[in-house]
């Protein structure tokens, strides 16, 4: 069973996805941890109501990300995390932690990496006049919305999609294919060679779009 810590910045609904997986008997993780960095974080909301541990390092009583950061690392090691995910959490967080925990922190970023990083990217993929947009799991590397890709779903950009649109398309995915790399990872079919990640056996949930 893999012990896993959801960081989370906002509505939290990737971590309620999450939640919903790992209430299966036959999940290969649980969260032992919800950390956010906003004290006003609604997925701090859901996991009380799911009887999971929180705790709020706010960044703003922090002077600088290295003690922000170093916070984070003692509730992780508190709530005896050996894994980390981030389900929309907005902080950038420094390469000396992200090493620490190099191989063990896992990110979705609501577009096909490595197209679009960072914010307003649905914005940015209508701007750019693509046909098809997506989501992207993977693993944390020190720069932004890098690493290994674990998995990926795509959605079609229809004629008459706005930003608002798009985005509630690719968060049905996003909700399909978090859950899905977790075990992946969790039940040690992931190894990661360069900027890759190879898969044993991968079976894409078979509502996902790919
Ligand atoms: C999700 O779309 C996630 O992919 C995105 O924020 C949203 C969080 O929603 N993450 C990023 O943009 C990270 N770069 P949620 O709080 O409902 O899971």
């Known amino acids: 069973m893999l012990d896993v810590a959801v960081l989370v910045s906002g509505r939290g609904s990737n ?20 950390i956010s960095n906003n004290p006003g974080s609604y997925g ?28 984070i690392d003692e509730e ?21 932690f992200v090493n620490r925990w ?21 914005e940015r993929a209508l701007e750019s006049g693509v046909r098809f947009t997506g989501c992207t799991v993977h693993i944390v590397r020190p720069e932004m919305d890098e690493g290994p890709i674990i998995l990926q ?31 992946l990872i969790a039940l040690g079919r992931v190894s990661i060679s360069g900027n890759r990640s190879i898969i044993e056996k991968a079976e894409y949930p078979k509502e996902a779009l790919i």
């Open 76 to 96: 992780l090691k508190k709530f005896k995390a050996k894994f980390i995910c981030l389900a929309g959490f907005m902080r950038i967080l420094e390469a000396r």
């Open 153 to 183: 779903a795509a959605v079609a950009v229809d004629p008459e999609d706005d930003a608002d649109s798009l985005a509630e398309k690719v968060l049905i995915q996003e909700h399909l294919i978090y859950p899905e790399a977790l075990k």
């Open 44 to 71: 701090l909301e859901r996991a009380k109501l799911a009887g999971i541990p929180t705790a709020v390092v706010n960044h703003r009583d922090y002077e600088d990300r290295e003690s922000f950061d170093n916070a």
């Open 15 to 34: 971590l309620q996805a999450l939640i919903d997986a790992c209430a299966a008997d036959d999940f290969p993780a649980r969260i032992v941890a919800v």
């Open 102 to 122: 190099r191989d063990r922190i896992l990110n979705i970023h609501p577009s096909l990496l490595p197209s679009f990083k960072g914010l307003h990217t649905q």
